[in-house]
Every structure is written in C-alpha cells, then in structure tokens.
C-alpha cells in the first residue's frame, strides 16, 4: 500500500516532469511564438462605423481613423465614448488572439489566468498540478 508521503513525491515528480517538458517545448517553439504574439493587431470598427482604431498586441492603440462624417453630429462625450469602447474590443480580440497563439503550449485558462492577473486562479492551477489533479 502507498503511503501518504509517497503519493505526495509522485505527484510533485508528476508535476516536476511535467514542467520539464513545457521548459523544452517553451524553449523549442517560444522565440517563433512570442514573435507570432507581437505582431498580433487588430482592428475594430465602431457599431455606427466611423471610428477604425487598430490595437497592437497589449492593447495599445496603433492607429485611430475618424470618418469625417462624425462632426454632421458634434457631440464630444458620444465620440469619445464610441472611441474608448471600440478601442476595448479590441483589445479582448487581441488578448483573445494572444491566448490562440500559446495554446499549444499553455492551457487557454491558465493564460487568460496570468494575462487578466488572476494570481488566485494562477496559485490555485498550480497547487492543482502538484497535487496531481491537472
């Protein structure tokens, strides 16, 4: 019979193997995916259509394009509003492509985890993976 204590070492050796092997992808396949995760933009256009913004792969506004056609209306708090509204949807897109793009090496849970800065959810995986539950 298997004692408490030998469970434990075989579920850290597990985990230990485990980690071993996403370090040898990681470093296999890291440099094309983190150069894959850089060029991600993307571009979004407000639900009126006049507002084009195209975010980089943090989030970061690129570009923004105003259709002249907005100042037949003039309404300062509208426009602004549509802009920062247009400009994070793009940027989930964009966070949502990143995640798409480390798949293969890490669980889209786990990256969505560490990318909204869950460190409970984070913290929480790995005590799962050590305890051999994952």
Do not use: C
Not at 58 to 78: H, K, N, S, T, W
Not at 94 to 112: G, K, Y
Request: proline fraction near 3%.
């Amino acid at each position: 019979m298997e004692s408490f204590g030998e469970r434990d070492m075989a579920g850290l050796q597990a985990y230990a193997d485990e980690l071993r092997a996403t370090f040898m992808r990681i470093q296999d396949e890291g440099a094309e995916l983190h150069a894959a995760a850089k060029a991600v933009q993307v571009t979004e256009k407000s639900r009126d259509g006049l507002i084009s913004v195209t975010v980089g792969s943090r989030g970061e506004l690129v570009r923004l394009d105003i259709d002249p056609r907005v100042y037949r209306r003039p309404d300062a708090r509208g426009l602004a509003d549509s802009i920062t509204e247009t400009v994070q949807r793009a940027a989930a897109k964009a966070q949502e492509r990143i995640i798409e793009v480390f798949e293969p090496l890490i669980p889209s849970d786990q990256m969505r985890a560490h990318l909204d800065g869950d460190l409970e959810a984070v913290l929480a995986r790995l005590a799962d993976q050590m305890d051999g539950k994952s």
